[in-house]
């Protein structure tokens, strides 16, 4: 497994932007699917966006295509998750998960490594 903090996180308003990063550590960082997930106030986790081992592939939940973009950056061991044209509605918790077999997946059962999560508000 890797371990994975998450940073970035915030009060932002609505139409707004915010970058949220996600750190490990590990040795076989570039080995593992990289993805975000958030958890509203009183919902369940959701899938947010997911990246491949190399960066080549990205998958991103209906409510936020066009609006985030996730990246990577093996040699710092890091990802990250642009968001834009925030809305209220994407207000939650944003978790860090990796994966450390596979392809690039939208279920959490998949991940095998979660960080502790950084909270962002959209205020509208």
């Known amino acids: 497994q890797v371990q994975l903090v998450e940073s970035g996180g915030g009060l932002v308003q609505a139409g707004g932007s915010l970058r949220l990063s996600c750190a490990a550590s590990?040795?076989?960082?570039?080995?593992?699917?990289m993805g975000w997930f958030r958890q509203a106030p009183g919902k369940e986790r959701e899938f947010v966006a997911t990246i491949s081992q190399s960066g080549s592939s990205t998958y991103y939940a209906d409510s936020v295509k066009g609006r985030f973009t996730i990246s990577r950056d093996n040699a710092k061991k890091m990802v990250d998750l642009q968001m834009s044209s925030l809305k209220p509605e994407d207000t939650a918790v944003y978790y860090c998960?990796?994966?450390?077999?596979?392809?690039?997946?939208?279920?959490?059962?998949?991940?095998?490594?979660w960080g502790q999560g950084t909270a962002v508000t959209v205020s509208s």
């Open positions: 998960a990796g994966a450390g077999r596979g392809y690039i997946a939208t279920i959490q059962t998949a991940y095998d490594s």
């Open positions: 590990g040795r076989t960082f570039s080995n593992y699917v």
